[in-house]
């Protein structure tokens, strides 16, 4: 199973970015999907998630609002739309993948199987 994040880059304070990770080996239409971030001399924290068929999304309430997770089971592809960017919002970005099928979300890290080497978005302000 690979996951490939990208997508990520230097950015400056309100634009956007959209993350990608596609993924092989896995059987995509039927896993929960993640993303979550590490900043520098930060633990590693849940950003958002999507169960298996897009019915169900779950944000952290420090993007809520401006970041948009979204699937494309055609193309074993999640991606993570980052409007209105903020410089706290630097960090190294990690695709996640769950096994199981579920009709909930997991925010949480030890619920996920599968990790994406991870992208690094950087903010300016």
């Given amino acids: 199973v690979q996951l490939q994040a ?6 400056q304070t309100g634009d956007s970015l959209r993350l990608s990770c596609a993924t092989s080996g896995l059987t995509f239409k ?6 979550f971030r590490q900043a520098p001399g930060k633990e ?6 999507i169960n298996w068929n897009g019915g169900a999304t779950y944000y952290a ?25 903020k410089p706290e919002d630097t960090a190294v970005y990690y695709c996640a993948a769950e096994r199981r099928r579920r009709q909930d979300v997991s925010t949480r890290e030890n619920e ?3 990790w994406g080497q991870g ?7």
């Fill in 119 to 125: 992208t690094l978005v950087t903010v300016s302000s």
């Fill in 112 to 114: 996920y199987d599968y």
């Fill in 61 to 85: 309430d420090s993007v809520k609002g401006r970041f948009t997770i979204s699937r494309d089971n055609a193309k074993n592809t999640v991606y993570l739309q980052m409007n209105a960017l």
């Fill in 30 to 35: 039927f896993s929960g999907m993640g993303w």
């Fill in 44 to 49: 590693r924290e849940f950003v958002s998630a």
């Fill in 6 to 11: 990208s997508g990520g880059g230097l950015v």
